[in-house]
């Protein structure tokens, strides 16, 4: 180690002759000497290459100057770091370092920092870096124009903003601290990631180099090309655009929006599900579905949803609920098809009824009640082995009904209340006018019983006709008037010549019990006791260094790997893909 002894402008030592230039070079020898022998062993910065040496007892009492010569810059060594700058300022007595100009810091093989000036701290290895600040690990570069660097806890960090740029994505947040030891970014305040496929923005986000693993908190919102999800705690996979969201989660994907407590999310596969709490709304046909579990396939075009699953649709200013255990939603926005699947029921104000499925198909405008349908028009019960429910294309209001096979239409008696209107036939059509019942066609052995009153309320007596076929006029969901077509045969029974086993007719059953009378009703009991998931990790963070851990291990290893699908979701949830009990 050689020293050049100098007088420079900037430093001047003001010694005057060679004798009091050797007394001082003895006395800082003297003073190492001395420094070394009451610090702890390997806690001393170390000089390696000292250069030009001076003081100034002026601007830096106590102070050791060393600038660089012509071949090499000044060089420092400690606890496994080494430092190169032009100028240093070195507090032997103290411990500490400054260096000014073109400083390289390196820890390692893998760490290095390069600023204009820097204050460093060997008793408590702290580092302060200033003007033009880079710090790289291999993987990634950080620059910011003041950045801390502790030691001894193997993190550095920012408080002015910063940006890190990687293989991947540019990263820029207001406030970051880099963890070394899990080679992790902690970014507050105006993160932005900004990659060729997305951008991310977020008030809190944790990055792995290593990974590009990110764990989102708070308002979090992440725009690609064709989605836009948001939440405020969740987890994004940067390298294939797959991850969940656990907190106040939305995706607008394509032409859906997807809520829900839970949403996972996959580009490659052009995937979502969604758990606890979901609504999907169509945005083009203006169509909401509600569960707790649902998937949609963006590629197909195609969603189902279960666990209390609900459609709503607006039909005539009125909403339309449609219920199944299973509901699927397939096809373009054009051509969309519906179908709940077991244990099917609708609801509508003046309209309501269930059965094993229902199928309903926006080209065609056709909803089909299918296997043991009955529906109640208002206080009208309608039965029969299919029934149809047909809308206009161009107003969407209700058109049409068709009842095939054993169309059978009943309807309390509610003058008298104590029998009951029925019409029967092979097949039923009917029209509806204003989203109202108006004219009812049976055809094919039609057979009617229906009590006449008059306009006392007086009752008159009972008709019971056969005849080929009959047409009630409806008013107010109640029959107006009846016309019999070809060759009816019946009369007009008085109330006492007519038994009461001949006023019924064969295969009457009333189910008046089983009514939908509201909303609620679509639901069974199974449906309201549903228990939902626990969604962890809300109100309590997860240990993402652990998690992030055992992602790494799944995703190394291939005895212990996990579908790239179930591996991005928290280890508290456990149903990444599907939470179906």
């Known amino acids: ?153 193997q993190e550095s960090y920012y408080r002015s903003g910063g940006t890190i740029v990687d293989s991947t994505n540019v990263l820029t947040s207001r406030v970051g601290t880099y963890f070394m030891t899990t080679k992790k970014y ?30 989102m908190y708070g308002p979090s919102t992440i725009t690609g090309e064709d989605y836009k999800i948001y939440c405020e705690r969740g987890f994004y996979d940067t390298k294939i655009e797959q991850g969940y969201g656990i907190k106040n989660t939305r995706i607008d994907y394509n032409d859906r929006i997807i809520v829900g407590d839970s949403l996972y999310f996959d580009k490659t596969t052009e995937f979502a599900s969604a758990t ?41 200013q009125d909403s339309l609920y449609v219920h199944g255990d299973t509901l699927m939603v397939t096809g ?91 019409a029967k036939g092979k097949d039923l059509f009917g029209k509806f006018i204003e989203n109202e019942l108006k004219l009812i066609d049976l055809v094919k052995n039609t057979e009617v019983i229906y009590y006449m009153y008059n306009d006392d309320d007086e009752l008159i007596g009972i008709d019971k006709t056969i005849c080929s076929k009959i047409r009630l006029v409806m008013a107010n969901n109640d029959i107006e008037d009846i016309t019999f077509f070809i060759n009816p045969d019946g009369d007009i029974f008085p109330d006492k010549d007519l038994p009461l086993e001949s006023r019924k007719l064969k295969g009457f059953v009333w189910r008046g019990d089983e009514r939908i009378l509201t909303k609620d009703d679509i639901f069974d009991e199974d449906d309201n006791n549903i228990t939902l998931v626990k969604i962890q990790g809300i109100d309590n963070p997860i240990d993402i260094d652990a998690e992030e851990e055992e992602r790494q291990k799944n995703e190394n290893d291939p005895v212990n790997q996990i579908p790239q699908n179930k591996a991005v979701q928290p280890k508290e949830i456990k149903v990444p893909k599907a939470q179906i009990p």
């Not at 810059?73 to 411990?95: K, T």
């Not at 390069?114 to 620059?143: C, F, H, P, R």
């Not at 902690?186 to 180099?209: G, K």
């Open 332 to 422: 373009k926005p054009e051509s969309r098809i519906l179908r709940a699947f077991r244990n099917a029921k609708f609801y509508k104000t003046d309209l309501s009824g269930k059965c094993d499925s229902i199928h309903f198909s926006e080209k065609t405008g056709v909803t089909q009640l299918i296997t043991d349908p009955i529906m109640w028009n208002v206080e009208n019960q309608i039965t029969g082995d299919s029934i149809h429910l047909i809308s206009d294309m161009e107003t969407d209001k209700l058109d049409s009904l068709k009842v095939l096979e054993n169309a059978f239409i009943i309807s309390f008696d509610t003058i008298g209340k104590q029998g009951y209107n029925q």
């Open 276 to 316: 606890n709490n979901i609504q999907i709304t169509d945005t083009i046909n203006q169509g909401v579905i509600r569960a707790h579990y649902a998937e949609v396939y963006k590629a197909l075009d195609s969603l189902f949803a279960t666990k209390r699953a609900v459609s709503v649709n607006l039909v005539e």
């Open 1 to 153: 180690m050689g020293y050049t002894f100098i007088k420079n402008p900037t430093f001047d030592p003001n010694i005057k002759g060679l004798r009091k230039l050797v007394f001082v070079f003895c006395l800082f020898f003297q003073a190492i000497i001395l420094a070394q022998e009451t610090e702890p062993e390997g806690k001393q910065i170390n000089i390696v290459y000292g250069a030009n040496f001076t003081k100034d007892e002026a601007q830096f009492p106590g102070a050791s100057i060393f600038s660089k010569d012509d071949q090499r810059q000044v060089q420092f060594e400690h606890q496994g770091a080494d430092l190169w700058c032009d100028i240093a300022i070195f507090y032997n007595q103290e411990n500490r370092l400054k260096a000014i100009g073109n400083i390289r810091l390196q820890q390692g093989d893998s760490i290095e920092m390069n600023s204009g000036k820097i204050d460093y701290d060997g008793n408590t290895k702290l580092a302060k870096a200033w003007e033009n600040v880079d710090l790289t690990n291999g993987q990634m570069t950080l620059t910011t124009d003041t950045l801390y660097f502790n030691r001894e806890a």
């Open 186 to 215: 902690q970014f507050l305040d105006s993160v932005h990631i900004d990659n060729p496929d997305y951008i991310l923005d977020s008030e809190r986000l944790d990055y792995y180099t290593t990974s590009k693993n990110a764990y």
